[in-house]
């Protein structure tokens, strides 16, 4: 099966999203804790985003577990600015964008790697007990 173009442009725009996380505190010289949690979890957040990236080049289906957790931490980009009182607003701004970027696209391919699963099994009635992107 090969992955639409749709589903290959929502994994880079996922990885822009960590990209732009990562680079915001950096370049507006955020306070240090700020700074490490935003750039960690972008961090952690491009990981899973990569994998999931490269898992829909190599196989044609986005893998669910990473395109979960990338929706999770790109969750916490959202909120992670919040829950500090030093945070100006462009930071907050370009975080939560970034986020929004990875958290939005990442569960695009977490759910096709579930249509993926359900829709093979339905249609074909093979055995691709790995089709939604475990490895």
Do not use: H
């Amino acid at each position: 099966m090969d992955a639409s173009r749709f589903t290959v442009a929502s994994a880079v725009v996922a990885l822009l999203g960590c990209l732009i996380a990562f680079v915001a505190p950096l370049a507006l010289n955020a306070q240090p804790g700020i700074r490490g949690s935003v750039t960690l979890s972008a961090v952690v957040g491009a990981v899973f985003a990569g994998k999931n990236f490269t898992t829909i080049r190599e196989r044609g289906v986005p893998s669910f577990a990473a395109g979960m957790m990338a929706t999770v931490l790109g969750l916490w980009l959202i909120v992670a600015p919040l829950q500090y009182d030093i945070v100006g607003a462009p930071l907050t701004a370009l975080t939560q964008f970034g986020g929004m970027c990875l958290a939005a696209f990442s569960a695009y391919t977490a759910l096709v790697a579930v249509e993926g699963f359900f829709g093979a099994s339905e249609a074909g009635g093979e055995d691709e007990s790995d089709s939604i992107g475990y490895s």
